[in-house]
């Protein structure tokens, strides 16, 4: 294993990115719908996950998993979200990035485990309903949706909700993982090119 | 106008330094999903809608900037005037619908048009004119060019699977996801090579300092605009 970085690594991280990024706003669209809002956290990392490992699989350098991560907090800055973003997607990259090097880059069981951490970053996305963000994140609410979908929202989202979601993202990223590694086997094993 | 030789933003009337487009973006997307609709934000809110309509003119992107103009205009005639007169969970679904239009359409645009009038040149001088490392903005780029190729590679697999039948047919939404991610998985791997390989003949790995053929500039124009923006930004928070 060669440790240099090479532009080719950051192909991989714009490309695989690209891909991570458009499935998971795929999936948080439906989060517009009040109920799934509460398990976005458990969806997104279904179905991202998959992606995920075929990206995991090609990594073998310290340090792209926190670009994707910068990169991907950057753009969900650019499309309107709170600044704490920045701190959970950098926090989850950084952490997935250990779990990754423990495992040598090489174990899909570190890989799976990667996976249900880097989902993490998902929180800062949702941050915004909670602790001291919620009153004025929900009053900015009012205007834009109705009282009735401000209500429901409220409704949905006590603070104990955000640690339900702290589990949600770490079972939704195994279950993702686990999904991925299965399809990595079945479909790119075989063709050489996992 | 001229074509051929130079980048793929040539039919633009109107030529955005990449940066004044990102500082518009930002405002934009800020301002149209974070703002409230009443007060001096709504003005705000009028200003961004229009920046979109406006430039995709420029780049004579006439259909879409229409397209973008009468959903923009529905989703907001429904949030006036249609929605206060229903209830229950009719107004619920149609709140939800035109919130999310009239929220991210312009942002979503003003993406579309950033990403349809930069070329990859122009992009990665701009960026390299704002001291972002080179790791920063390869992947970027890499990302924006492949956003396009990405929605080209998913029609194609939904044609290829509607030719042979296959689609409606599938009941279990795993198996019908597993149907279109594989493949592109599949061309997501193998556009990864291609690109690495035509990176490799350009020379983005001999390092040292890159130079740049194409020229961007901060004109008169795009001074106006980034302050525009900016003032816009600070009128947000500060209100």
Known sequence: MEKKFEIKDLITVGIFTALYFAITFAVACIGFIPIFMVFMPLLV????????????????????????????????????????????????????????????????KSCVIGSSTFSLWLLGMLIAFFFGFREAYLNSLVDGYGQEYVDKMTGY????????????C?????IGGLLGAKVLKKHFRKAGMA | MTFGLSSTSDKSV???????????????????????????????????????????????????????MILLGLSVFCEGSVIPHISGAANLILMIICGILSRFVPGYMMGWYTVRSTSVSEFMTAMDKMHVPYFIT???????????????????????????????SVKNPFTYIEYVL????????????????????????????????????????DRLLIIGALAMIVLFFVF
């Open chain 2, 14 to 68: 109107l030529k955005l330094d990449p940066r004044t487009k990102l500082c518009l973006l930002t405002a934009i997307s800020l301002i149209m999903v974070g703002g409230k609709t009443v007060g001096a934000e709504y003005i705000l809110r009028v200003i961004c809608a229009a920046i979109p309509f406006i430039l995709l003119l420029t780049v004579r992107h006439i259909k879409s900037a229409l397209i973008y």
């Open chain 2, 138 to 168: 390869i992947p970027f780029s890499v990302m924006f060019r492949y956003f396009p190729t990405l929605g080209e590679e998913y029609r194609s697999i939904h044609d290829a699977m509607k030719m042979r039948e296959i689609g409606q």
């Open chain 2, 182 to 221: 594989v493949p592109i998985m599949m061309s997501t791997v193998r556009i990864a090579d291609e690109l690495s390989a035509a990176s490799l003949t350009k020379g983005l790995c001999a390092g040292g300092r890159r130079t740049h053929i194409c020229q961007i500039n901060i004109r008169l124009y």
């Open chain 1, 45 to 108: 990392p279904i179905f991202a996950g998959i992606p995920l490992m075929l990206y995991f699989s090609k990594i073998k350098h310290f340090g792209m998993v926190t670009i994707t991560s910068v990169i991907i907090a950057v753009l969900m800055f650019i499309t309107g979200h709170p600044y704490p973003v920045f701190i959970f997607c950098i926090g989850a990259g950084l952490l997935t990035e250990t779990v990754l090097k423990t495992g040598h880059y090489q174990s899909i």
């Open chain 1, 157 to 168: 989202t006590p603070t104990w909700v955000f640690f339900a979601m702290i589990a949600m």
């Open chain 1, 170 to 174: 770490i079972i939704g990223g195994l």
